[in-house]
């Protein structure tokens, strides 16, 4: 049996990957930073990775470590926190893994190293759908933290031939917010709103977007979303402003818990070599709306396909993972539109 080490196993995503990787035969040891943590058929250990010797004792004896734990948003710390624990972290986890012979790490990157979600900026996409070839633009300390990661992977290939995967996950919903009826109804309003706005006049819409890319650039100038949630910040009422200003910035990208443990665990036990950036997403959009409509709509100024996208089918390509970990999803939400 083959022993693995799973970094923020206790986490959201962290539990759905540990229970997958029990159910496929691995054993599993869980570190995090909680204390008195019960993982049924999981061995739990209380450890920091920031700290080098507590981390590399939990090390030994493992054949690979899913590395998971991080701050997973730039709302509650300050940004040289953020860059410590997530950047410092996940160096330790590869420098321990050398130190130990371990050759195989699996690591949470996010969608936000290319510079997306968090931007304080806007975003400007070369081409659609997004693979991980596309240029990244970080400007936030969260996602500038993550695209350090996979450089840290690349360095360990290069240095020590460790192969790993760093996995660029989107929101990961898990089961019962998928299945949230408000939730569920609140994206059925967008498709309406949307279905209308696309109906409008082409002058009449650029008037309106020309006012909500100004609202935009400066919510996200003032980076009042590396702060938490208020209220004030957000309209209520204003269903442009939320596409344009907060979905937008997401690409309407989503993932299933339980395939985001999937990913995780086809990225343990593939075939492959050398240092991998991945994207795992859903193979829809969250909306369940056209996609080429969408892009259309909030993405006007691009021109370029790199590849076929029909119906709500994402905005981000999922080709690379198919082809090097066989990841197909297997929990996406039916299109609420239909497709």
Excluded at 105 to 125: F, L, R
Excluded at 153 to 181: K, T
Aim: aromatic share 10%.
């Amino acid at each position: 049996m083959m022993r693995v080490l799973v970094t923020g196993g206790a986490g959201h995503v962290g539990r759905a990957v540990t229970e997958r990787l029990i159910r496929h035969g691995w054993e599993v040891r869980v570190i995090g930073m909680e204390s008195g943590v019960r993982i049924p058929g999981a061995e739990f250990v209380t450890c920091d990775i920031t700290s080098y010797a507590q981390l590399r004792h939990q090390m030994r004896g493992c054949q690979a470590v899913v590395h998971l734990a991080a701050i997973p948003n730039p709302r509650h710390e300050p940004g040289h926190e953020i860059f410590r624990v997530n950047a410092s972290g996940t160096f330790n986890v590869f420098e321990a893994a050398a130190a130990e012979g371990i050759r195989r790490i699996v690591q949470a990157s996010s969608i936000n190293a290319m510079g997306c979600a968090w931007s304080t900026t806007d975003i400007e996409p070369r081409y659609l759908p997004i693979d991980e070839d596309h240029p990244s633009s970080t400007t936030d300390p969260y996602s500038f933290s993550k695209k350090t990661v996979e450089e840290i992977g690349d360095y360990y290939w290069r240095r020590d031939g460790i192969s790993s995967v760093a996995l660029r996950l989107p929101a990961v919903w898990s089961q019962e917010r998928r299945s949230d009826e408000a939730f569920r109804q609140h994206c059925q309003q967008l498709n309406v709103f949307l279905d209308a706005f696309s109906g409008q006049p082409e002058d009449e819409r650029a008037s309106l977007l020309a006012v909500v890319r100004q609202r935009a650039r400066e919510f996200r100038r003032r980076r009042l979303l590396e702060r938490p949630h208020d209220p004030a910040d957000f309209p209520p009422d204003d269903p442009l402003w939320k596409l344009y200003t907060i979905d937008r910035f997401n690409f309407w990208a989503w993932i299933d818990e339980r395939d985001s443990a999937q990913a995780v665990e086809r990225s343990l036990s593939a075939d492959y070599e050398g240092s991998h950036v991945l994207f795992a997403v859903d193979r829809y959009n969250y909306l369940g709306y056209d996609s080429r409509t969408l892009a259309r709509l909030f993405f006007p100024e691009v021109s370029r396909w790199k590849q076929p996208v029909q119906g709500s089918e994402s905005l981000i390509s999922l080709e690379r993972a198919r082809k090097l970990i066989g990841y197909q999803p297997e929990y996406s939400m039916q299109p609420v539109g239909g497709d």
